[in-house]
């Protein structure tokens, strides 16, 4: 069976390998299909898509899109997206603006916590010109000695109600899913069980989804349990949406699947990647 990861990081956004190494370290571990999916922003794809050909993987363009819906930040990938799409182009361009004014809160508010430099300090974690996040926060914290490790300081600081946390307006949904699709790509979202939502909010979700030209359920993905993943797979199935699995791998010790490493989907889920010609 193929070995297929469609959701990983690179030092483009908040990952620790460049798109070399990474595509690289995938197939060292037996990867045959990856989809690079940087946190807004598609700067990585030609890098990763070369390595990708010298290393005889199928790759896949990816981006996992910052939205906002009812006041809740939401991740949504975008599989086989032209990254040049001008209206893709354009409002990642404008959601990595975005970054840099929260990422100057943030700064303001650990700043009232006597906690300075982090500015600064995140941005030497970032890669030049790529986007700022919370992680290249946490790696500046721990390295401070405020925590153990980047999951132990987003507990402490990073997070809803703790001193570094700022709120913040992504695109909207409706504008995030138009741009995939309008791109030629497939929209999925990514990790839902950790939005918390409850059972009516959640099917609300996943119908206004499904209505906007959403295609797939993350069914697989680290952040999840075994049951949250039959959970979702059972979703999928039941609202005729396709199923991902990817790694959300992040890099070596930052990450709990590494690049391939995780379940299959469930019995039963089509997969997204079901109709790709040039992976069979
Ligand atoms: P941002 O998009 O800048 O708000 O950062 C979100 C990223 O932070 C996620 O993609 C993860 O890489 C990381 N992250 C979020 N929550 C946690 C957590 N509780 N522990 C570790 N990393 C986290
Ligand atoms: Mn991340
Ligand atoms: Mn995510
Ligand atoms: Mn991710």
Redesign the pocket.
């Known amino acids: 069976m193929l070995n297929i990861d469609l959701h990983c ?1 690179s030092t483009i ?2 990952g620790l390998l460049t798109p070399t190494q990474l595509v690289e370290h995938a197939a060292r571990r037996g990867v045959s299909v990856l989809a690079l999916t940087d ?2 922003d598609v700067a990585g794809l030609g890098e990763a898509r070369r390595a990708a050909a010298e290393n005889s993987i199928t790759f896949i363009n990816g981006v ?1 899109i ?1 939205a906002s819906w009812r006041n809740k ?1 939401l ?1 949504i990938v975008g599989l086989d997206v032209n990254p040049e799409y001008p209206p893709l182009a354009q409002g990642l361009e404008a959601i990595r603006s975005g ?1 840099i004014l ?1 990422a100057r809160n943030i700064a303001a508010q650990l700043d009232k916590f006597s906690i300075h430099g982090s500015l600064e300090g995140a941005y030497s974690y970032a890669g030049k010109g790529g ?8 790696r500046f914290l721990v390295e401070r000695g405020y925590a153990k490790d ?6 402490k600081y ?2 809803k109600g703790k001193p570094g946390y700022v709120s ?1 307006q992504w695109a909207p949904l409706s504008d995030v899913l138009a741009w995939i699709s309008g791109s030629g790509g497939r929209a999925v979202i990514a990790h839902p069980a ?1 939005y918390k939502l409850g059972k009516d909010v959640l099917d609300e979700l996943l119908l206004e989804f499904r209505t906007l030209g959403g295609a797939a359920i993350e069914v697989i993905t680290a952040s999840h349990t075994p049951e949250q993943s039959l959970l979702f797979a059972h979703h999928a199935q039941r609202l005729g949406l396709l199923a991902s699995r990817g790694s ?1 791998f ?1 890099g070596p010790g ?1 990450s709990y699947f590494d690049l391939g490493q995780m379940p299959e989907l469930p019995v039963g889920c089509t997969p997204v990647w079901h109709d790709w010609n040039r992976i069979t």
């Open positions: 990081h956004s908040d946190h807004d996992e910052s930040t991740h970054r929260r986007m700022i996040g919370r992680t290249h926060f946490a980047v999951r132990s300081v987003f507990k990073l997070v913040h950790r959300d992040h930052e």
